[in-house]
């Protein structure tokens, strides 16, 4: 592993080592051809950009949302100018919007070539690459299942059209709704033919036209058995999981200060109520506890930017679940935890401590890049690694992530 300095604030050498890396978590900013080019026209008017007041606005089903208040993004908060909030350093009480360094959109952030040149300056061999406005799509139209799965086939049709699913080295995740389950495995097959190696599914009940239903059940079994045939990764980035109802209930009707969940808005009461991992938590149990890996053993899941916090309670409660309901386990739940997940860990997080409770090679790394609480520099990653040892950093940084890419387990 050799040792360079590429300009950290601190002035400190960082790591460039000899093995490629594999970035866990990338995003793009969508331009709003990623939603319109391929939607079909009886769609449109459920999602619509208008210019209101002089600024372009997103208009989801016919209201104003301000989910993302620029979703242009022809100015977006610099990558890395929270971090120091999410790594509790944030004496003078600043608000996120207060931190953030504000900048023009770059190619990078939605031109494949361009971020394929961002990802050589980076260090990066690999990423795989997650949208940013797409989250909005299921919170707020969960109610028209039709339109979620038309706005997800166009945003599939413009990744594979920009970024393309082949290159090896950029993986765009391809967004999934099993909201019908005949049509999930159509636009599965779509995107197994691009070559499509990793599916967002969100870590929320599925709203179908009946009402919804927990991921792992059986009704969805068409779609996971091809699935666990093509031995292609799921993963359960954070979202909108309509958790903010609760939210709602809890302060008197606002959350982070609107009355919508906003991603990039914070108070001190809501952050002290949340816990990142809540969504990934309940997902995880969905798929355990219904047996879905006892029917489809070659499934994998990773759990991207929910932290890892989050990890520990939930093993704890599955194992005394086991206890108090054996006859509705086949095997352990842990075993089956850790036998069928991957977790990314944030950087505030101890990657050793997870490493104990589900094994070294279940860690991802992921610098959520270029978002304004991601890292800056990816791979200043390895100064919150130092507790590990050359081969386990490896194993996160690079390998785990390949094999999963690889279909290698």
Not at 224 to 239: G, I
Not at 262 to 286: H, I, N, V, Y
Not at 361 to 369: M, P
Request: with cysteine; charged share 25%; proline share 7%.
């Amino acid at each position: 592993m050799s040792v360079q300095t590429i300009g950290r604030p601190e002035g400190e050498a960082m790591l460039r080592p000899d093995y490629p890396i594999y970035d866990a978590d990338h995003h793009y900013y969508e331009p709003a051809e990623a939603f319109l080019r391929h939607l079909p026209k009886e769609y449109k008017p459920y999602f619509q950009y208008a210019t209101i007041n002089g600024r372009t606005k997103l208009v989801v089903d016919g209201r104003v949302t301000d989910y993302i208040p620029n979703p242009t993004f022809d100015v977006v908060a610099a990558p890395g100018s929270h971090v120091p909030f999410y790594r509790a350093e944030n004496p003078e009480g600043k608000s996120l919007r207060e931190m953030a360094e504000v900048i023009p959109g770059d190619a990078a952030f939605h031109d494949g070539a361009a971020h394929l040149k961002m990802m050589d300056e980076q260090g990066l061999h690999a990423a795989v690459v997650y949208p940013t406005l797409a989250s909005v799509v299921e919170g707020h139209l969960g109610h028209k299942p039709d339109v979620v799965r038309a706005l997800f086939r166009s945003l599939n049709r413009w990744v594979a059209d920009e970024y393309g699913f082949t290159n090896g080295r950029q993986f765009p995740v391809a967004a999934i709704s099993l909201t019908d389950v005949n049509e999930a495995v159509a636009e599965l097959e779509f995107v197994l033919k691009a070559g499509a190696r990793v599916l967002l599914i969100r870590p929320a009940p599925v709203m179908t036209e009946h009402g919804g239903l927990p991921i792992g059940h059986k009704s969805f079994d068409p779609f996971w058995a091809r699935v666990n045939e093509a031995k292609v990764l799921v993963a359960h980035h954070v979202s909108d999981s309509g958790y903010d109802m609760m939210y709602k209930y809890w302060t008197g009707g606002e959350t982070g200060g609107a009355n919508e969940w906003r991603p990039f808005e914070r108070t001190a009461f809501k952050w002290a109520l949340q816990g990142m991992g809540r969504a990934a938590m309940d997902a995880t149990a969905s798929t355990i506890c219904l047996g879905l890996f006892d029917r489809f053993r070659n499934l994998r899941i990773s759990h991207i930017e929910s932290g890892s916090e989050w990890v520990g309670p939930m093993l704890t409660n599955l194992k005394r679940n086991a206890a108090q309901f054996p006859k509705e386990y086949k095997r352990c739940p842990v075993e089956t935890f850790r036998e069928h997940f991957s977790v990314m860990p944030f950087y505030e997080d101890s990657c050793s401590d997870l490493a104990k409770l589900i094994g070294i090679e279940n860690v991802l790394f992921g610098s959520d890049w270029p978002h304004p609480e991601g890292l800056a520099k990816p791979l200043e990653f390895f100064a919150d690694i130092q507790d590990l040892n050359p081969e386990e950093q490896k194993l996160v940084m690079s390998t785990n992530q390949k094999l999963l890419l690889e279909g290698a387990w």
